[in-house]
């Protein structure tokens, strides 16, 4: 998972114009299996070596870095739902299609929150949510490396895409949680969200591949162009993760639909704007 991105706060914010608002992390087992903590210590202008991974010490605040933490309930997303009628907003939920178990097994989303899927399915139905393809497992399932470690943290086995995994890896947890999602939410799914803007171009060329055209994230351009798909880069996205609702609770998105004069929109909305205006 990368971290909250509201530092990419976008310069046209305050200008009362359009931007594109993302939830990461939906159903994303990284929640529970990504745990790093702290390995510097700030004192004064020193940073001294700490270590925060090891053993328990990971899991406790303020040590503790990500996980664990829980998935946001079906109650939370009708609050999820109110808050964007009332705001006049929408939102792309960037959903990783297969929860993965302790024992590698990977569950799809609807069938191991059918509560909470049903209400992002009853928002997708009203126009308020969009969702985006945002990997089927966020984490490398080969060798159990997404598991805790005992004194390290594992942060790097929770992105999907990571150059030195095989082609067909990416296209596999591409077409599968695309699978997944399309299924499920009985609607074309055209973003992808890269799990921790990671990815590599093998990523795009199978996201183009099973019907992507919006790719959003930090720098999606990277690797220059590629047919079919249009960059919803962070400067035009504000981008918060469901732990930030979780752990903040639905103030966090309230007070940012109140408190600005910006139309929040989906991912796929700024994209076609995007695809219209450099056409
Ligand atoms: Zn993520």
Same mark, same amino acid.
């Given at each position: 998972m990368s971290r909250p991105s509201r530092k990419s706060t976008p310069r046209s914010w305050r200008t009362g114009v359009i931007v594109a608002l993302r939830l990461d992390d939906v159903g994303a087992a990284s929640k529970r299996h990504e745990v790093y903590g702290l390995t510097r210590l700030r004192l004064g202008p020193l940073a001294l070596p700490f270590p925060g991974n090891f053993l328990f010490i990971k899991y406790v605040p303020p040590i503790k870095r990500w996980g664990p933490y829980r998935e946001? $309930? +079906?109650?939370?997303?009708? $609050?999820v739902l109110d808050a964007l009628e009332t705001g006049g907003a929408r939102m792309t939920a960037a959903i990783t299609a297969g929860w993965v178990e302790s024992d590698g097994r990977v569950t799809p989303f609807p069938r191991k929150f059918p509560e909470a899927a049903a209400v992002i399915r009853e928002g997708v139905r009203r126009g308020l949510l969009e969702v985006a393809n945002h990997g089927y497992t966020h984490c490398v399932l080969e060798g159990r490396q997404f598991r805790p470690r005992l004194?390290?943290?594992?942060?790097?086995?929770?992105?999907?895409?990571?150059?030195?995994?095989? +082609? $067909?890896?990416?296209?596999?947890?591409?077409?599968? +949680?695309?699978?997944?999602?399309?299924?499920?939410?009985?609607?074309?799914?055209?973003?992808?969200?890269?799990?921790?803007?990671?990815? $590599?171009?093998a990523t795009l060329d199978a996201a183009a591949a099973v019907g992507i055209r919006y790719i959003s994230c930090l720098d999606p351009g990277r690797f220059g162009p590629v047919a079919g798909l249009t960059w919803v880069a962070d400067g035009d996205v504000v981008a918060l993760?469901?732990?930030?609702?979780?752990?903040?609770?639905?103030?966090v998105l309230r007070s940012l639909l109140r408190g600005s004069t910006t139309t929040f929109v989906t991912v796929q909305e700024a994209g076609e704007r995007r695809g219209r205006a450099t056409r």
């Open positions: 946001l $309930s +079906a109650p939370e997303w009708e $609050s004194f390290a943290g594992n942060r790097e086995f929770h992105r999907e895409f990571h150059d030195w995994l095989p +082609a $067909s890896t990416h296209r596999e947890h591409v077409g599968r +949680a695309q699978d997944i999602l399309q299924e499920f939410f009985a609607r074309p799914v055209v973003t992808f969200v890269p799990p921790g803007n990671v990815f $590599s171009r993760h469901d732990r930030d609702v979780v752990l903040g609770g639905l103030d």
